[in-house]
């Protein structure tokens, strides 16, 4: 395991209308903090055989007003599902090379949870359960778009009928009065 000097990780997780979660976990972690990591160290972020990033990971303390934790990192990301994440660090601090993989467990840190549990007064569908919700329903928006189109070529139809028998009933009116 490489020795990772003062790296200390927050991630911010957050689930649809729940407060933010942070993650830590130190490895090796000794001597100062590192506050000044640029863009050498990317994380990537693993769920169920699915991968996002590398991202970029954002200084979450100012040096300058003293805000914040020293050597704390922040890369957003909002789980859309509850379970058990991977985040997996590669780069450099400083001279040396980072390749650690922080996974959630009983022992690290608590993998991300479902909100309808503390939702209050009501408990809103998630995400997930919506945008299933509008796949169902887009055969019956096709449908309906079909339908529509077909009562417009009706309605047109009818109109241009209607004129040309108003058309007819005019001529030939036209031709007894004479």
Do not use: C, W
Not at 65 to 73: D, I, K, M, S
Not at 127 to 135: D, F, H, Q, T, Y
């Amino acid at each position: 395991m490489h020795k990772i000097q003062g790296l200390a990780v927050a991630l911010v997780l957050s689930a649809a209308l729940a407060a933010p979660a942070m993650a830590h976990e130190q490895r090796d972690a000794a001597g100062k903090p590192v506050n000044d990591l640029g863009d050498t160290l990317k994380v990537e972020v693993r769920f169920s055989g699915q991968t996002m990033g590398p991202l970029s990971l954002n200084p979450g303390y100012d040096p300058d007003a003293h805000l914040g934790v020293p050597g704390e990192y922040l890369a957003p990301v909002i789980p859309t599902r509850p379970g058990n994440y991977a985040f997996h660090f590669t780069g450099k601090i400083r001279n040396q090379t980072v390749d650690e993989t922080f996974t959630t467990s009983e022992k690290t840190f608590d993998p991300a949870a479902d909100p309808s549990a503390i939702e209050f007064p009501a408990k809103d569908p998630g995400v997930g359960e919506l945008a299933m919700r509008i796949e169902r329903l887009g055969p019956r928006i096709d449908a309906a778009q079909a339908a529509a189109a077909q009562l417009r070529t009706l309605a047109f139809t009818g109109i241009v009928l209607g004129a040309a028998g108003l058309l007819l009933g005019l001529s030939s009116r036209r031709r007894v009065n004479r």
